[in-house]
Nanobody, 121 residues
Framework: QVQLVESGGGLVQAGGSLRLSCAAS????????MGWYRQAPGKQRELVAR???????NYADSVKGRFTISRDNAKKTVYLQMNSLNPEDTAVYYC???????????????WGQGTQVTVSS
């Protein structure tokens, strides 16, 4: 099995910062990409940022210049540094992984349990 465990969410005032972490564990052979998605109440889940195994990144337009995604391949961990937060960033943030297991199966649909980020005005 594969597990993704997120941490770092919480309540912050507008203009503040938070850092999310997501650690992957289990029968992992190779992680191709990891990313962060978010879902606000009444809205669809959307991509926030994604990073590949070689460090290529892409961001949602709404977070460019404010959020930074990074990863530690040795620790199988991805981070999301969020600066200049505003109330529109309030959502449950989910970690996602596209990986290959030691059984040779690739699956891009691994998700963490989600962590709440609330930004007060």
């Amino acid at each position: 099995q594969v597990q993704l465990v997120e941490s770092g969410g919480g309540l912050v005032q507008a203009g503040g910062s938070l850092r999310l972490s997501c650690a992957a564990s289990g029968i992992i052979f190779r992680i191709n990409a990891m990313g962060w998605y978010r879902q606000a109440p009444g809205k669809q889940r959307e991509l926030v940022a994604r990073i590949t195994s070689v460090g290529s990144t892409n961001y949602a337009d709404s977070v460019k210049g404010r959020f930074t995604i990074s990863r530690d391949n040795a620790k199988k961990t991805v981070y999301l540094q969020m600066n200049s937060l505003n109330p529109e960033d309030t959502a449950v943030y989910y970690c996602n992984a596209d990986l290959v297991t030691i059984l040779g199966r690739r699956n891009s649909d691994y998700w963490g349990q989600g962590t709440q980020v609330t930004v007060s005005s």
